[in-house]
């Protein structure tokens, strides 16, 4: 029996993903809107309520009015919004299932998940262990850079990066958010537990899509101590087994003569973390694709974990 998807949102970079990842398999059955009537709430209403599952790749006001528009009696239909409207909200289910089991737990038995931001998600899967573990406390000064494809950024910005006529400045990275009020910040306090908001930088540059998230600890400011080969080894014991997050080897960097690509990991669906560094100071690398897990293939893989299937399914790892 085929499950019924509808993705409310489906002609930006996130649902045109999530249509491409469904494409591969036979047991969906996806629900179309007439292009004519994608705004109109009437339609949108009624192919929400006879979905089993709703994707919604919007912003977040449509996304708060697509949810309202779920009948009362409606305990059929899941709700799986990219969108950061819902991303703090103790009622949802944080869609970061390798986090935690208690996180995977309320994936599979919720009608209500949010996908955590790209920025986010490799801040997670760096300080959310680190806590976890005990190695870092609640109180540490967190700073963290990022660089990022543009088409994070949305269609007009993807537009204006494709124009044949763009503007000089466009040729290189562009650091911005500079007041300290990027979105990804909520989410990324509350979901971790700090007690105030990281210092964030993130970069957009001139190439489509990938990401790298770096997260840099003094390592006397710790809770313990630990030398960088003794926190890749405690990284490698929490993520054991998990298929979307890969803690490369100790040293492999050596591999690409000690670079990192931000777009090393574009139209793949899961992360590489590495670790490097000495005894004082240790860097913290999480690179993926901000359109796979930081976007689509989180939210499918959140669809997987809802179905009880392999949570791999239909995406590329």
């Not at 890749?232 to 997050?245: A, D, L, P, R, T």
């Amino acid at each position: 029996m085929s499950i019924k998807v509808f993705i409310d949102g489906s002609e930006g970079t996130t649902g045109l993903r999530i249509n491409e990842r469904i494409s591969v398999r036979d047991d969906i059955e996806v629900l179309t809107i007439n292009p004519e009537l994608r705004k109109d709430p009437a339609e949108r209403k009624k192919l929400i309520n006879a979905s089993d599952v709703t994707f919604l790749c919007l912003p977040d006001v449509a996304a708060i009015e697509a949810v309202s528009l779920i009948d009362p009696d409606n305990n059929h239909t899941c709700i799986i919004d990219a969108s950061t409207a819902h991303r703090t909200n103790p009622e949802w289910a944080y869609g970061f299932p390798e986090l935690d089991k208690e996180f995977r737990d309320k994936i599979k038995n919720s009608k209500r998940i949010a996908v955590p931001g790209c920025y986010a998600s490799g801040f997670m899967m760096m300080v959310y262990p680190l806590i976890k573990m005990g190695l870092m406390g609640t109180d540490y000064p967190v700073a963290v850079s990022a660089l990022s494809g543009y088409s994070g950024a949305g269609k007009k910005a993807i537009a204006v990066y494709e124009s044949d006529d763009k503007t000089e400045d466009l040729f290189a990275p562009r650091e911005y958010a500079l007041t300290q009020q990027h979105k990804h910040l909520k989410e990324m306090k509350a979901i971790t537990g700090l007690d105030r908001e990281p210092l964030f930088t993130p970069v957009v540059d001139d190439y489509y899509s990938g990401m790298i998230v770096t997260l840099p600890i003094y390592t006397h400011l710790l809770k313990e101590k630990v030398t960088p080969e003794e926190l890749h080894k405690k990284f490698e014991n929490y993520y054991e087994g998990e298929q979307f997050i890969q803690v490369m080897p100790f040293g492999s960097e050596s591999e690409t003569n000690g670079f990192f690509s931000a777009n090393a990991m574009s139209g793949k669906d899961y992360a590489k973390i590495y670790i490097t560094g000495n005894e004082d100071r240790i860097l913290i690398n999480a690179i993926f694709d901000n359109l796979g897990k930081g976007a689509s293939g989180a939210a499918m893989q959140c669809l997987n974990v809802v179905l009880g299937c392999d949570e791999a399914k239909g995406l590329v790892l």
